[in-house]
């Protein structure tokens, strides 16, 4: 349990999702203007995404666990790792935090403080990629937590430049980044329209990551018994 006040925590919830969503939306904004690769506007929206996640996780991470993500929150509500009072004030800061994080790259690169996306997302391969991703995700925290605590920031850091890339969706995985992003109608966005199943998807796999890797990260207490 974190030593900070629920405030504080809050706090930092909504600031590590402000910067988060800042980095993704305006590191594709800067891609698209330098460049009409696609492949390579994807390859710098990637990297400076994995490298702020490493950074906040490591600032931010002692402070509220550095969640970030509605789906990871209640991963941990479920695990009773946050307090199941809590949820409701962490998921509440994390999507103002996105909002804002899409209004700071919009400012920053003179677009519109906010506008619905235009960008389609959707079919049975991009929610599946989304469960996929977020799945992924969900059982590196937890992986990460239990046998490479210190190494988090990094790992969760590489899973998500990694699942940019295998991923037909480039790995949302997070729901409240999915609402900023379609409030932006640049290379990040997603039109409001998707959002509903990308959400759900996300969710469930959350929720399907904690079932398998909570038994699969339980010794088997008789066998280390017997040897």
């Known amino acids: 349990m974190s030593s900070f006040d629920l405030p504080r925590r809050l706090v930092a919830e909504s600031l590590g999702t402000a910067l988060l969503v800042a980095t993704v939306v305006g ?12 492949a390579l506007a994807l390859l710098g929206n990637t990297l400076a995404t994995g490298a702020i996640l490493v950074v906040l996780i ?25 307090p199941r009072r809590d949820l ?10 996105g909002i804002v994080g899409t209004m700071a790259a919009h400012l920053m690169f003179n677009h519109p403080v906010l506008e619905l996306s235009t960008k389609v997302r959707t079919g049975g ?50 729901p409240a980044v999915a609402l900023a992003r379609s409030l932006t109608d640049t290379f990040a966005g997603i039109r409001p329209a998707d959002l509903p199943s990308f959400i759900i998807a996300e969710l469930i796999g959350a929720v399907s990551a904690l079932l398998l890797m909570t038994w699969l990260l339980r010794p088997n207490n008789s066998t280390e018994a017997k040897s």
């Open 27 to 38: 590191s594709g904004i800067m891609a698209t203007s330098l460049t009409q690769d696609t």
């Open 88 to 97: 409701g004030g962490y998921v509440l800061a994390q999507i103002i935090g």
């Open 58 to 82: 490591t600032i931010f991470g002692p402070i509220s666990g550095a969640h970030f993500n509605p789906a990871v929150s209640l991963t941990f509500a479920l695990t009773g790792s946050l």
């Open 125 to 174: 391969g991009q929610w599946f990629a989304e469960w996929l991703a977020t799945f992924g995700l969900v059982a590196t925290i937890l992986a990460g937590i239990r046998f490479q605590q210190k190494s988090v920031p990094w790992l969760v850091g590489l899973y998500i430049t990694a699942a940019y890339w295998f991923t037909a969706s480039t790995s949302f995985a997070n």
